[in-house]
């Protein structure tokens, strides 16, 4: 294989130099970044499996709950209201004294 070069003006050397270098800082942000990046990403899998635990104890906690309570079809509940209107001497009374007062006013006009 030849080797061939070119010849380049200091300016231009200096320039593709400082490219190069910030090309450099610019690759070493990033792997900064992905670093970063990664350790972020294992802190939220790390919480979600713990979300997952409570949730599943939660879960448990409120089964067992549920558990002790009665279901629905087993239980029955009886009521019974009965409603009988008993008609009382007094009240009877005051019925007929209406009645007597009405005929009266009905006479009167």
């Known amino acids: ?31 900064k970044h992905i670093e970063n990046y990664k350790q972020l990403r294992k802190k939220e899998l790390l919480n979600k499996l713990k979300l997952k635990s409570l949730i599943t104890v939660l879960k448990n906690k409120l089964n067992s709950i549920n558990s002790s309570f009665p279901e ?10 009965t409603i009988e209107r008993k008609e009382t001497p007094k009240l ?18």
């Open 1 to 31: 294989m030849e080797s061939r070069y070119i010849k380049i003006d200091y300016g231009e050397a200096v320039s593709a130099k400082k490219e190069i270098l910030s090309s450099e800082i610019n690759l070493l942000n990033i792997a």
């Open 72 to 81: 629905e079809g087993k239980v029955k509940i009886k009521v019974k209201r």
């Open 92 to 109: 009877r009374h005051m019925e007929d004294e209406l009645e007597d007062i009405k005929n009266k006013l009905a006479r009167l006009s």
